[in-house]
């Protein structure tokens, strides 16, 4: 499966003057040559709702697609498997800021880029201005990274209830602080830095206008939004509602995220929110091909088809070695075996060849069970649109001892929160 869109013979398809790019029209042109020569067909609609080229500072990001770290999963193997098979920006999963500062040995090992992978980008996780200033020091002198973005909508009990990820952002002072110091650290080498959010702790106590402003006015290039409160965790549906209300709040660009299952529910968030780029993540479990989709959509171009489980099969063999090289071959198998049951989700394979998938122990045994699958087994269409990964049900958020009494924060301790070692 290659990065570009798959056309039938004898079909041509180009853009005319994509929206943003100057000049044009916004269409989209398809031709097929047929008994009367070549027939072409404009489609205006698909390529006036793409947004122009998205601006990280002085990064540009076409088409305005991110992937959104996740932990035990975007590292340096899966983010080059998604990146082949369509332009974007693709983050790392997010690493601890005093584990930067105090040189961790896993959390510095996380700090693998592949040689294609000529922007790179870091999701930093900390409460701490003073931390995070000199981790974001550390990351652009001595790793090179050119894109940080702050983690600020983890719902996880174990980090909310020391007043990290979705519950800092309650406390506007120390938000800011921690942004200011951020984008002070950066500015040198001019790299952008963006902050990720979601809605608020729970629906009487919304963040996100306030966090888009404080952004603003900290100098961050962009913001991202979560449509769900904290307490929602990842049940129920994004609220995408709010993403149009942070987009009318703030004059920096926003990113919507959440539900993005298909690349037609991306554009559908573009239309109904105005946002100017999405951020993918559980869509793209087990689906790879979902940024092919995604860079078809917004260019306007035909919507590629669905694969087939032979090249599903394909696919993980390609995660697999990818995996390997990453890692070695033991670890590298013992991390592709979560990601099977996604790769295989609705497709008919035997109870034993699934199991056997879920346990494989090396390449050649991956090769082997590979070998054995049904290769011309058409995609499941039923699993088209519907939620990947974790779901869970809402509960309430696990909070400091009077947290919500004020909302400035500057002067709290929050060291028990500041996690020194990376990985989620």
């Known amino acids: 499966m290659g990065s570009g869109s798959s056309r039938g013979v004898g079909e041509i398809a180009w853009d005319r003057g994509r929206k943003g790019e100057g000049g044009g029209a916004?269409?989209?042109?398809?031709?097929k040559f047929g008994e009367d020569g070549l027939v072409i067909t404009v489609d205006a609609t698909a390529a006036e709702r793409a947004p122009a080229q998205l601006r990280l500072g002085r990064l540009g990001v076409d088409p305005p697609v991110v992937l959104a770290p996740?932990?035990?999963?975007?590292?340096?193997a899966f983010r080059q498997l998604c990146r082949e098979q369509g332009a974007g920006l693709y983050v790392c999963e997010m690493i601890t800021s005093r584990g930067i500062v105090e040189r961790d040995a896993k959390t510095l090992s996380m700090l693998r880029f592949d040689p294609g992978e000529t922007i790179r980008s870091v999701q930093l996780y900390g409460v701490d201005p003073v931390y995070v200033g000199e981790a974001v020091r550390v990351l652009v002198a001595e790793h090179g990274v050119a894109h940080v973005d702050l983690n600020f909508g983890c719902p996880v009990p174990k980090v909310t209830r020391k007043g990290g990820g979705a519950a800092l952002p309650y406390k506007r002072g120390l938000l800011e602080q921690i942004l200011r110091s951020a984008v002070t650290a950066a500015e040198p080498a001019d790299v952008p830095v963006t902050m990720k959010t979601r809605i608020g702790i729970d629906p009487d106590h919304q963040t996100h206008l306030d966090a888009g402003r404080i952004a603003q006015d900290a100098g961050c290039a962009a913001i991202s939004l979560h449509a769900r409160t904290a307490d929602q965790h990842y049940s129920g549906t994004a609220h995408w509602p709010a993403i149009a209300e942070l987009k009318a709040a703030v004059d920096l660009p926003v990113l919507g995220n959440g539900d993005i299952w298909e690349a037609s529910d991306a554009l559908r968030m573009v239309d109904e929110t105005g946002c100017d780029g999405v951020v993918v993540g559980r869509g793209c479990l087990g689906r790879p091909w979902l940024f092919r989709d995604l860079a078809a959509a917004f260019a306007g171009q035909p919507e590629p088809p669905l694969p087939a489980l032979g090249e599903v099969a394909d696919?993980?063999?390609?995660?697999?070695?990818l995996l390997a090289d990453l890692m070695g071959e033991d670890r590298g198998m013992r991390d592709l075996r979560k990601h099977m049951a996604w790769y295989l989700k609705g497709f008919v394979v035997g109870q034993q060849t699934r199991a056997a998938l879920g346990l494989v122990g090396s390449l050649q045994e991956l090769s082997d069970l590979l070998g054995s699958l049904e290769r011309d087994q058409p995609f499941p269409r039923d699993?088209?649109?519907?939620?990947?990964?974790?779901?869970g049900s809402p509960r309430r958020v696990a909070l400091p001892q009077g947290w919500l009494d004020d909302t400035d924060g500057r002067r709290l301790d929050l060291s028990l929160a500041e996690i020194g070692t990376s990985g989620g």
């Open 383 to 391: 699993e088209l649109g519907r939620p990947r990964g974790r779901q």
């Open 315 to 321: 696919m993980i063999d390609r995660h697999g070695h």
């Open 26 to 31: 916004g269409e989209a042109l398809h031709g």
């Open 70 to 76: 996740m932990a035990g999963v975007t590292n340096a």
